[in-house]
């Protein structure tokens, strides 16, 4: 039973463009949500987080947004850049702090 | 600080040997995880420990692994006997309240 799951394996996006990843989450208990970045043969690098008494998270290029009624977080880049290829994951966790993970998504950003 | 660090970086070893992987979390951290990374599974995790106490064990995959954490400053996973099929790059990861950083990842391979 996946708890956090990210439904799009791969998303491939123009340069320049808006890179949309998704990840959904079945654990009304979580309250804390993560994504990162994993380039190959690197381990994950931690990207941005969200509390969930929040809905928005901005840092840079990236924003995180949260909506808890639906259980569903994405991560949103502006721009892409070239940099931006890897594989993000989203994870989740509740007070226990041990991290559940979606399966990634590769994104491919295109030149 | 150095951040999390693993060795080695890369093993090969014959099937029914004993492998013997090394994590050095973060100094602060209070929570270790192990994870394994396959391409068929993703990012799957093994065991984690909470101020050196394992927690949760029921990711690993069989009684031929083990873990410990004798310090703060060290953990093991161990594969004894290995198989092929345990091939994979196998992660190690701490954290304080939350937030996991991970090392470089060690990166098994049985033959």
């Known amino acids: 039973d996946q708890q956090v799951k990210q439904n799009s394996p791969s998303l491939s996006v123009q340069e320049g463009r808006i890179s949309i990843l998704n990840c959904d989450y079945t654990?009304?208990?979580?309250?804390?949500f993560l994504w990162y970045k994993k380039y190959p043969a690197e381990g994950p690098t931690f990207l941005i987080s969200?509390?969930?008494i929040k809905d928005k998270n901005e840092d840079g290029r990236f924003t995180v947004f949260l909506n808890k009624s639906a259980k569903h977080l994405s991560l949103h880049i502006v721009p892409s850049q070239p940099g931006d290829s890897a594989v993000y994951f989203c994870?989740?966790?509740?007070?226990?702090?041990?991290?559940?993970w979606g399966a990634g998504t590769k994104l491919i950003i295109k030149p | 600080d150095a951040g999390v660090i693993q060795s080695p970086r890369h093993e090969v070893t014959e099937m029914g040997q004993e492998v013997t992987l090394r994590c050095k979390p973060i100094?602060?951290?209070?929570?270790l995880f192990w994870y394994r990374q396959t391409m068929m599974r993703g990012l799957e995790l093994l065991i984690y420990?909470?101020?050196?106490?394992?927690?949760?064990d029921s990711g690993m995959p069989e009684d031929r692994f083990s873990a410990k954490m004798p310090n703060a400053s060290f953990s093991t996973l161990k594969i004894q006997p290995s198989e092929p099929r345990d091939s994979a790059v196998y992660f190690c990861?701490?954290?304080?309240?939350?937030?996991?950083?991970f090392g470089q990842g060690t990166r098994l391979t049985v033959v």
């Open positions: 990861a701490s954290s304080r309240r939350g937030k996991a950083f």
């Open positions: 100094s602060g951290h209070d929570y």
């Open positions: 420990f909470n101020n050196n106490v394992p927690i949760d």
């Open positions: 654990n009304s208990m979580f309250d804390y």
């Open positions: 969200i509390s969930s």
């Open positions: 994870a989740a966790s509740d007070s226990n702090y041990q991290l559940i």
